[in-house]
């Protein structure tokens, strides 16, 4: 039954029988490979950022022994492992400290429960799920986007084809295959839209629900796909179903977390009160985003900034263009939520790698092949100075 | 008649009317525009070499056009001495550096260029290396497209691949480096271009000039007189009087020892200064993997790689190829350098072997393989050139 139900998957009409190993898995293991052999030189050859450089100089790793796993835990990884091996824990001063309980938690309890067998495991165990965790769901999402973008909006091959093209080379790509739970959203995301398209509000729900555990933006998808529910709708009340109330699975969810959180802390918005922590001077992130980018070094901001303006113009022009407004939604709200919220202009990067209609758009619009393979040759180039940055311990998003 | 001449040039049957263009123009200034950017990242946010910290110090290497500065590295201050303050020879040759083991067209080829009877500051020189070096590495690419399909025969797509692998390769970069590896190619290529037509004049003059680029200048000369013999089918009654042309090389290299005797007294200077340079040293032959004995994955484990890829691909030059000169050039390309002292810049070295990016190009048909090594070469480059700005040793 499963085997047919993958078959079925895999089969999509119009589109080469080998689509999988061709733009899916080809370039997943290319990718991969080269940045295990970038990880292997940088580490060994320039130096390490002072952030790391103590920790890897007394014992030779980060988190675990087994290198090809340890390059790709770095900065958040710590928190996400902290929750796995001691569950949420209250900082002693909301305001002053920063705490795991800024971090969502199904990807550290998947890892866990995966990994969980009555005993204290060592981290390499863990990092191993995980990362096998955050690979499948990247390969899941990745041939997820290929379909929705083929069967459900109706493009040509070749433009799934560049739209993956163009995620695998995107600068902060390599955050899928990290400890990190950016493919799990990824995938719930990819997940929860194709349910929507296809009118499965149960599965969309779920998808929901378990999204917005996942990382604090996840609640975009519940305005986003409601929207979405409300267009396939003609915007009528009177045509709304009993199906609408699996929207509210995710707030449920999202209200069990916060409660747990408020078990632990004895603080209802626990989770606010650590952001608050992690981004001090909230009033200053305009004057902070004005000094990184004055700043006369390029650095990360700086082609943030550029991501930022690529992004926003795409989302728009999807917004104003495409018929399916929901896309549009997502991807302006994702942009704008992952300026406003903590300070602009960090992590944008990481924050961006998920909004796919922006994907799907640049790989349509992207046809003049010079085009396309400058911007693939450009992304490629800042992912592997990137990725050699993110193994020395350098701060990238 | 030059506009004539050079549309005739860029007029090859069967190939794209813009091959130019898409082939060499563009891929050229993609790659230049990429390690522009990496080197401004890779500069202002990862840590230096800490042994080249007074550089850092500094702000630059030798210049400060930030651009430019960062073509330029470690032996670009010995060719730039040569245009300054011209050769300059120390009480002890064989055990201090010094600029007499470099040798001086590229050099004078600047001054040259440069030269205006005063003392010009040392952006502008270069300024104009750097002009020189990109100008050389696109001509050298034009060359070598219409080689491999005029004169030798290959399908377009080949060629393209083949040029489309050699600005990837992981240390392209020199090409357009204070370097003369563009030139050492370009004089290679033209000598190779007129000895197919037969133009041995012309090959005489590439080959004096080769000779006095590079000390491996040597193996493009043997190389071409090798292809002068095998085009007189080995037999001395056919050999002309063209063959003297072939002359003109050892006389322009012993003129060039004659000026470094002439400035230090010592007729074999250069190998006196290649010593202190720490080449041929009969260590290297009781202990040719003293460099691999790193813990980690350095640049003289990936120049093991690519040795082995290239000796490979070179046997099967000589073996398979009807023009055995092109398998002579790509074998003594490795084996000298590899004499020299063990690994020590071979990448620099493999990177004019133009025969084995033309059968590379032959041998990976478009599909996943030549994807797969375009993407390794490409990634490599950017981190090998990153770790050149910031002055860790490369090649």
Same mark, same amino acid.
């Given at each position: 039954?499963?085997?047919?139900?993958?078959?079925?998957?895999?089969?999509?009409?119009?589109?080469?029988?080998?689509?999988?190993?061709?733009?899916?898995?080809?370039?997943?293991?290319?990718?991969?490979?080269?940045?295990?052999?970038?990880?292997?030189?940088?580490?060994?050859?320039?130096?390490?950022?002072?952030?790391?450089?103590?920790?890897?100089?007394?014992?030779?790793?980060?988190?675990?022994?087994?290198?090809?796993?340890?390059?790709?835990?770095?900065?958040?990884?710590?928190?996400?492992?902290?929750?796995?091996?001691?569950?949420?824990? %209250?900082?002693?001063?909301?305001?002053?400290?920063?705490?795991?309980?800024?971090?969502?938690?199904?990807?550290?309890?998947?890892?866990?429960?995966?990994?969980?067998?009555?005993?204290?495991?060592?981290?390499?165990?863990?990092?191993?799920?995980?990362?096998?965790?955050?690979?499948?769901?990247?390969?899941?999402?990745?041939?997820?986007?290929?379909?929705?973008?083929?069967?459900?909006?109706?493009?040509? #091959?070749?433009?799934?084809?560049?739209?993956?093209?163009?995620?695998?080379?995107?600068?902060?790509?390599?955050?899928?295959?990290?400890?990190?739970?950016?493919?799990?959203?990824?995938?719930?995301?990819?997940?929860?839209?194709?349910? %929507?398209?296809?009118?499965?509000?149960?599965?969309?729900?779920?998808?929901?629900?378990?999204?917005?555990?996942?990382?604090?933006?996840?609640?975009?998808?519940?305005?986003?796909?409601?929207?979405?529910?409300?267009?396939?709708?003609?915007?009528?009340?009177?045509?709304?179903?009993?199906?609408?109330?699996?929207?509210?699975?995710?707030?449920?969810?999202?209200?069990?977390?916060?409660?747990?959180?408020?078990?632990?802390?004895?603080?209802?918005? %626990?989770?606010?009160?650590?952001?608050?922590?992690?981004?001090?001077?909230?009033?200053?992130?305009?004057?902070?985003?004005?000094?990184?980018?004055?700043?006369?070094?390029?650095?990360?901001?700086?082609?943030?900034?550029?991501?930022?303006?690529?992004?926003?113009?795409?989302?728009?022009?999807?917004?104003?263009?495409?018929?399916?407004?929901?896309?549009?939604?997502?991807?302006?709200?994702?942009?704008?939520?992952?300026?406003?919220?903590?300070?602009?202009?960090?992590?944008?990067?990481? #924050?961006?790698?998920?909004?796919?209609?922006?994907?799907?758009?640049?790989?349509?619009?992207?046809?003049?092949? #010079?085009?396309?393979?400058?911007?693939?040759?450009?992304?490629? %180039?800042?992912?592997?100075?990137?990725?050699?940055?993110?193994?020395?311990?350098?701060?990238?998003? | 008649?030059?506009?004539?001449?050079?549309?005739?040039?860029?007029?090859?049957?069967? *190939?794209?009317?813009?091959?130019?263009?898409?082939?060499?123009?563009?891929?050229?200034?993609?790659?230049?525009?990429?390690?522009?950017?990496?080197?401004?990242?890779?500069?202002?946010?990862?840590?230096?070499?800490?042994?080249?910290?007074?550089?850092?110090?500094?702000?630059?290497?030798?210049?400060?056009?930030?651009?430019?500065?960062?073509?330029?590295?470690?032996?670009?201050?010995?060719?730039?001495?040569?245009?300054? *303050?011209?050769?300059?020879?120390?009480?002890?040759? $064989?055990?201090?550096?010094?600029?007499?083991?470099?040798?001086?067209?590229?050099?004078?080829?600047?001054?040259?260029?440069?030269?205006?009877?005063?003392?010009?500051?040392?952006?502008?020189?270069?300024?104009?290396?750097?002009?020189?070096?990109?100008?050389?590495?696109?001509?050298?690419?034009?060359?070598?497209?219409?080689?491999?399909?005029?004169?030798?025969?290959?399908?377009?797509?080949?060629?393209?691949?083949?040029?489309?692998?050699?600005?990837?390769?992981?240390?392209?970069?020199?090409?357009?480096?204070?370097?003369?590896?563009?030139?050492? &190619?370009?004089?290679?290529?033209?000598?190779?271009?007129?000895?197919?037509?037969? $133009?041995?004049?012309?090959?005489?003059?590439?080959?004096?000039?080769?000779?006095?680029?590079?000390?491996?200048?040597?193996?493009?000369?043997?190389?071409?007189?090798?292809?002068?013999?095998?085009?007189?089918?080995? $037999?001395?009654?056919?050999?002309?009087?063209?063959?003297?042309?072939?002359? &003109?090389?050892?006389?322009?290299?012993?003129?060039?020892?004659?000026?470094?005797?002439?400035?230090?007294?010592?007729?074999?200077?250069?190998?006196?200064?290649?010593?202190?340079?720490?080449?041929?040293?009969?260590?290297?032959?009781?202990?040719?993997?003293?460099?691999?004995?790193?813990?980690?994955?350095?640049?003289?484990?990936?120049? &093991?790689?690519?040795?082995?890829?290239?000796?490979?691909?070179?046997?099967?030059?000589?073996? $398979?190829?009807?023009?055995?000169?092109?398998?002579?050039?790509?074998? @003594?390309?490795? @084996? &000298?350098?590899?004499?020299?002292?063990?690994?020590?810049?071979?990448?620099?070295?493999?990177?004019?072997?133009?025969?084995?990016?033309?059968?590379?190009?032959?041998?990976?048909?478009?599909?996943?393989?030549?994807?797969? *090594?375009?993407?390794?070469?490409?990634?490599?480059?950017?981190?090998?050139?990153?770790?050149?700005?910031?002055?860790?040793?490369?090649?």
């Amino acid at each position: 039954m499963l085997i047919k139900q993958i078959k079925q998957f895999l089969a999509i009409p119009g589109a080469s029988t080998n689509w999988l190993w061709d733009s899916v898995l080809f370039p997943f293991f290319v990718t991969r490979s080269i940045w295990e052999l970038i990880a292997y030189y940088v580490r060994g050859n320039y130096l390490l950022a002072p952030y790391i450089l103590h920790k890897i100089q007394v014992r030779g790793y980060f988190q675990t022994r087994i290198v090809p796993l340890d390059i790709f835990v770095r900065w958040d990884s710590n928190w996400y492992l902290s929750i796995i091996q001691n569950g949420y824990q %209250a900082p002693a001063n909301f305001n002053s400290l920063g705490s795991n309980m800024g971090f969502f938690p199904l990807y550290p309890y998947l890892v866990k429960s995966i990994g969980w067998f009555g005993v204290n495991l060592p981290n390499g165990f863990y990092i191993a799920v995980g990362l096998i965790l955050s690979n499948l769901c990247f390969l899941a999402s990745a041939a997820l986007l290929y379909r929705l973008i083929v069967v459900s909006a109706g493009f040509d #091959e070749s433009v799934a084809r560049r739209t993956l093209g163009l995620l695998f080379v995107f600068p902060a790509s390599f955050f899928y295959s990290a400890f990190y739970p950016e493919s799990l959203f990824f995938f719930l995301a990819l997940g929860a839209f194709t349910f %929507a398209l296809q009118d499965k509000w149960f599965f969309t729900g779920i998808c929901m629900a378990l999204a917005v555990v996942t990382r604090p933006p996840g609640f975009v998808l519940v305005i986003v796909l409601g929207w979405l529910y409300m267009e396939k709708h003609r915007w009528k009340l009177r045509e709304i179903r009993a199906s609408a109330l699996w929207f509210a699975l995710a707030p449920i969810a999202l209200l069990l977390h916060f409660y747990e959180l408020y078990r632990i802390s004895g603080h209802p918005f %626990a989770f606010f009160e650590v952001m608050t922590a992690w981004f001090p001077s909230q009033d200053s992130v305009f004057q902070r985003t004005f000094q990184y980018l004055q700043n006369p070094m390029l650095n990360v901001y700086k082609i943030d900034f550029v991501l930022v303006i690529l992004f926003v113009s795409c989302s728009l022009y999807i917004c104003w263009k495409w018929s399916v407004k929901a896309y549009g939604a997502f991807a302006i709200i994702m942009c704008v939520l992952s300026l406003s919220t903590g300070s602009l202009l960090v992590s944008i990067s990481r #924050e961006y790698v998920v909004i796919f209609p922006v994907f799907i758009l640049l790989g349509e619009k992207l046809k003049r092949r #010079e085009l396309y393979l400058s911007l693939m040759a450009v992304w490629f %180039a800042l992912q592997v100075i990137y990725f050699a940055g993110w193994v020395n311990g350098y701060w990238i998003a | 008649m030059i506009s004539k001449q050079s549309k005739l040039f860029f007029e090859i049957p069967q *190939t794209p009317r813009n091959w130019f263009w898409s082939v060499i123009l563009f891929p050229f200034l993609v790659t230049r525009a990429i390690w522009i950017l990496v080197a401004y990242f890779a500069y202002n946010n990862y840590l230096p070499n800490p042994s080249y910290l007074r550089y850092v110090k500094q702000g630059y290497f030798l210049t400060h056009i930030f651009p430019l500065d960062i073509f330029t590295r470690w032996d670009s201050k010995w060719y730039l001495s040569i245009i300054k *303050t011209g050769y300059q020879a120390f009480a002890n040759l $064989k055990t201090t550096y010094s600029n007499l083991a470099f040798f001086p067209l590229y050099p004078y080829l600047v001054k040259s260029v440069g030269w205006l009877g005063i003392q010009l500051p040392d952006g502008l020189y270069i300024f104009l290396g750097l002009l020189l070096s990109n100008l050389f590495f696109l001509a050298s690419a034009a060359l070598l497209y219409r080689l491999m399909i005029s004169s030798l025969g290959f399908e377009e797509d080949t060629a393209h691949r083949a040029l489309t692998l050699l600005i990837v390769f992981p240390v392209s970069f020199f090409f357009s480096a204070f370097y003369p590896e563009s030139l050492f &190619l370009f004089l290679t290529l033209l000598g190779f271009t007129f000895a197919l037509e037969g $133009k041995w004049a012309w090959t005489g003059v590439c080959a004096a000039l080769v000779i006095v680029t590079k000390p491996t200048g040597i193996i493009p000369v043997f190389a071409l007189a090798w292809l002068y013999l095998e085009k007189k089918q080995w $037999k001395l009654q056919n050999i002309r009087s063209s063959i003297l042309w072939f002359l &003109l090389a050892p006389i322009v290299l012993l003129l060039h020892f004659y000026d470094l005797y002439l400035v230090s007294g010592h007729p074999l200077a250069f190998l006196d200064a290649m010593t202190a340079w720490g080449g041929i040293q009969p260590s290297t032959y009781w202990n040719p993997f003293q460099n691999l004995n790193g813990a980690g994955l350095d640049v003289f484990k990936i120049d &093991l790689v690519l040795t082995i890829l290239f000796l490979i691909a070179s046997f099967y030059l000589l073996w $398979k190829w009807p023009i055995k000169a092109y398998g002579v050039f790509a074998l @003594l390309m490795i @084996l &000298l350098p590899l004499s020299e002292g063990l690994l020590v810049s071979i990448s620099r070295y493999l990177l004019v072997s133009f025969p084995i990016f033309m059968l590379i190009g032959d041998k990976l048909k478009r599909g996943k393989w030549y994807d797969f *090594t375009v993407a390794v070469f490409f990634a490599l480059q950017i981190i090998y050139f990153a770790g050149w700005v910031n002055y860790y040793w490369i090649a």
